[in-house]
Nanobody, 120 residues
Framework: QVQLVESGGGLVQPGGSLRLSCAAS????????MGWYRQAPGKQRELVAA???????NYADSVKGRFTISRDNAKNTVYLQMNSLKPEDTAVYYC??????????????WGQGTQVTVSS
């Protein structure tokens, strides 16, 4: 079974930075799409950033210019560098990895989530 192991969450002051990482283990396949979602209490989970195997990226409008997503394809690891953090960035951040199987279906996995709290 594939596991996504996340790290890097914590408490940070407004304007500060954090770097999240997520490593996929238990699979011989490289995931062709990886990304980060977040969910605040009482709110829906939303896409923060995503990246393809080839390095194409997409960001939520609320984080453009502040967050940067990157990946190490050889290690099936994705990173999220978060700068200029705001209180509204406070949420549980979830890693997601996806690929297309040999029979053409989508294989998706989620991390356990890591708490990011932005407060002074």
């Amino acid at each position: 079974q594939v596991q996504l192991v996340e790290s890097g969450g914590g408490l940070v002051q407004p304007g500060g930075s954090l770097r999240l990482s997520c490593a996929a283990s238990g699979s011989v396949f490289v995931f062709n799409a990886m990304g980060w979602y977040r969910q605040a209490p009482g709110k829906q989970r939303e896409l923060v950033a995503a990246i393809t195997f080839g390095g194409s990226t997409n960001y939520a409008d609320s984080v453009k210019g502040r967050f940067t997503i990157s990946r190490d394809n050889a290690k099936n690891t994705v990173y999220l560098q978060m700068n200029s953090l705001k209180p509204e960035d406070t949420a549980v951040y979830y890693c997601k990895a996806a690929r297309t199987t040999n029979w053409g279906t989508r294989d998706e996995h989620w991390g356990q989530g890591t708490q990011v709290t932005v407060s002074s």
